[in-house]
């Protein structure tokens, strides 16, 4: 009881501030950059609607070879902290790279973009599952501590995402000029995120290497990590769990994609001096160019993984994934047939329930239901699922398929646009009712005490 004591003491005082600072720098280098991507492609580097959609994907075809490696390192050979530090440190080159690409021949330009998107994603990608691997591997209690010290990565991607939106309003926005020209100077301020991006992830690359040494697992040794994962991932209700987490991570795309252009148009329209106190306030703290917006969102997260503790262990993992699904439906209707300020501020705020209840507690959930030495490569697997297989195909549908589908003479028509993954969201949360076993149903099952 004595020890317990002392570890729970040390994940408060301690641990818990290194790990939490880990969480905050592994999101604002996501954040800063990430909400913008659209429209800086589109609107900045003035790539087509298929080539965007190319360089949103690239990024996740990085994604799906890199897990497969550093999950395997990282259960077997080299610690987590220094894969983690040398991972940050070549992502931060990359990622400023990535912002400076202008050869002046768009089709140039774009191949660049392309290539240097698949290595980024390569690199940065399997970091997201290995802190929350090595988060894990120090907590004392996982319902009780990680949405805490999760949290603090929302705050990143939060700070990270206001610090551009204020950039862009109080330096790239022109005091004069017509709606296209003040879009076309926020478009050329959006830079300013890749570069931003560049600095925290030297600062987290260095730090990766100050945290608790997270040893690879030795016990299997000669037995490949991915193929056991594999295995354990076949069984109720991961099976279930893997097997919508595609379409969930597309309609998640659409969110990505559009969001940051769909806000900013309708910020862009409050600027004038006939609109209402609120949204000039709005605009006043949160910025311009949508990703200051969208950190509405991730403040919602916060309070959801604030409470984290709480709902898991009142509600069954089933009901919170239920309930994220419906979140994510209720956005997309509120996108599609209520487009302006007040619902869609509602629709930004549902994300922190979308993420909190369903990607979050699918992550709790592959870490139960896998044994200790593979817990690495399980939670790398579900990564890819989520930012590798469905970004990839999400991205191609949202922009080549339904985005071209949905474009007309006036431009997209966000209701034909946003009904596409409200539908599909729809679809997700009809096969978890069918299909995810209730709590009774697994508990005796699985390789994990934990349920």
Not at 288 to 305: A, D, H
Not at 365 to 391: H, P, S, W, Y
């Amino acid at each position: 009881m004595t020890t317990l004591s002392t570890s729970t003491s040390r994940m408060g005082l301690g641990l818990g501030s290194r790990l939490s600072f880990m969480m905050f720098l592994q999101y604002a280098i996501w954040g800063a950059w990430l909400p913008i991507l659209y429209p800086f492609l589109m609107g900045y580097r003035e790539f087509s609607l298929d080539q965007t959609g190319s360089c949103l994907a690239a990024g996740a075809v990085g994604a799906i070879f890199g897990p497969f490696i550093a999950g395997q390192l990282a259960d077997r050979l080299i610690s987590t902290e220094k894969l983690l530090g040398i991972s940050h440190l070549i992502g931060a080159g990359l990622i400023y790279w990535l912002g400076q690409i202008d050869t002046g021949v768009v089709e140039e330009t774009y191949k660049q973009f392309l290539w240097i998107s698949f290595i980024y994603g390569f690199v940065y990608a399997p970091t997201l599952a290995l802190t929350n691997s090595l988060a894990f591997h120090h907590m004392p209690d996982r319902d009780r501590d990680f949405g805490i010290v999760r949290l603090w990565g929302t705050l990143g991607w939060i700070i990270a995402g206001i610090a551009v939106g204020q950039y862009l309003y109080r330096f790239a926005t022109p005091d004069t000029g017509t709606i296209q020209e003040i879009t076309n100077a926020q478009n050329a301020g959006r830079i300013f995120a890749f570069n931003l991006s560049a600095i925290l992830g030297l600062i987290m690359g260095v730090y990766c290497f100050t945290l608790p040494h997270t040893p690879p697992t030795r016990n299997s040794a000669g037995k490949l990590a991915f193929l056991k994962s594999v295995r354990e991932i076949r069984m109720q209700p991961l099976a279930t769990l893997f097997l919508i987490a595609i379409p969930v991570s597309m309609v998640h795309q659409f969110y990505f994609v559009y969001t940051s252009d769909f806000a900013t148009n309708i910020q862009n329209l409050a600027l004038g001096d006939d609109v209402d106190a609120f949204q000039k306030s709005i605009t006043e703290f949160f910025g311009l160019g949508g990703g200051g917006i969208m950190t509405i969102g991730q403040m919602s997260e916060i309070i959801v993984l604030a409470m984290m503790p709480f709902l898991a262990k009142r509600f069954s993992r089933k009901t919170l994934l239920s309930v994220g699904l419906l979140a994510y439906a209720a956005r997309m209707a509120l996108f599609a047939y209520f487009p302006t300020l007040v619902p869609v501020l509602i629709g930004i705020v549902l994300h922190g329930i979308c993420f909190g209840c369903f990607i979050f507690v699918a992550f709790m959930i592959v870490d139960e239901r896998c044994t200790k030495d593979v817990k690495a490569t399980a939670q790398n697997l579900f990564n890819l699922v989520i930012v590798g297989v469905g970004i990839i195909i999400g991205s191609k549908f949202a922009t080549s398929l339904v985005g071209t589908w949905a474009t007309g003479e006036n431009g997209i028509d966000f209701q034909q646009l946003f009904s596409v993954p409200m539908y599909m969201a729809i679809g997700c949360l009809l096969l978890l009712l069918a299909f995810y076993p209730s709590k009774a149903e697994i508990e005796p099952q699985g390789p994990s005490v934990s349920s």
